[in-house]
């Protein structure tokens, strides 16, 4: 099946400071990827969709300049988290749909998980 | 009333026990229905879709019922490998999916 392929698996940071989040797709072209966030024992929460070549576009009460989206390929979408802070500490996880698959299944990375000290 | 609902569980089974969640949806509209799995601290993966007529995949049966806008998934002869969360996801649009809590089910052996 389709991989996607997510980095770093961890980080911790200090407050204040910004990371960056990579979500690639390994074996297909992906024009569009989405990132959700997950608190414990919380659903995956769509934060926004990442288009090609375009802006991307963010759910309702998520900060776009707090979290900003770069979809620069096919293959590539960057997730940076500016001026992090402890409550932005969660699990983070992009997918991507391969149009070889059924409508609605999506790939997953394997996720980040935040912490912010 | 929430998008996805789901009981979170957790379900506690031993080996080889029939187990069933059931999912409810509040959109009418929405257009396809899935199960997923996401194992502790992992990413989800998709489990099985659900059809209108109901399907099966092995000891996995996923039913849907669009009149009581619920979905439901049954697992028989449960393995302890079966243990996880499952997520029921609905699908309202083009890979627009909104993903219930999650319920998670234990097999103990």
């Known amino acids: 099946g389709a991989v996607v392929s997510q980095h770093p698996s961890w980080v911790i940071c200090k407050s204040g400071t910004s990371v960056k989040i990579e979500c690639r797709s390994l074996d297909f072209q992906a024009t569009t990827m989405f990132w959700y966030r997950q608190f414990p024992k919380q659903s995956l929460m769509l934060m926004a969709t990442s288009n090609e070549g375009s802006k991307a576009t963010y759910e309702q009460g998520v900060e776009k300049d707090k979290f900003l989206i770069n979809h620069a390929s096919l293959t590539l979408s960057t997730l940076t988290v500016t001026s992090a802070h402890p409550e932005d500490s969660s699990f983070y996880i992009c997918?991507?749909?391969?149009?070889?698959?059924?409508?609605?299944?999506?790939?997953f990375g394997e996720g980040s998980r935040l912490t912010v000290l | 009333r929430k998008e996805v609902e789901q009981d979170p569980g957790p379900f506690n089974v031993p080996e080889g026990a029939t187990v069933a969640f059931n999912c409810t949806y509040s959109?009418?509209?929405?257009?396809?229905f899935f199960w997923y799995r996401q194992d502790c601290r992992k990413e989800p993966k998709l489990l099985m879709s659900?059809?209108?007529s109901g399907n099966e995949d092995g000891r996995f049966t996923a039913q849907l019922n669009r009149a009581s806008q619920y979905i439901s998934l049954l697992i028989r002869d449960s393995k302890l490998s079966d243990s996880a969360t499952y997520l029921c996801v609905v699908n309202k649009g083009y890979s627009t999916l909104t993903f219930g809590k999650g319920t998670m089910l234990l097999v103990s052996p």
């Open positions: 997918s991507a749909r391969s149009m070889q698959g059924p409508p609605g299944e999506l790939f």
């Open positions: 959109n009418s509209a929405s257009q396809s």
């Open positions: 659900v059809y209108s």
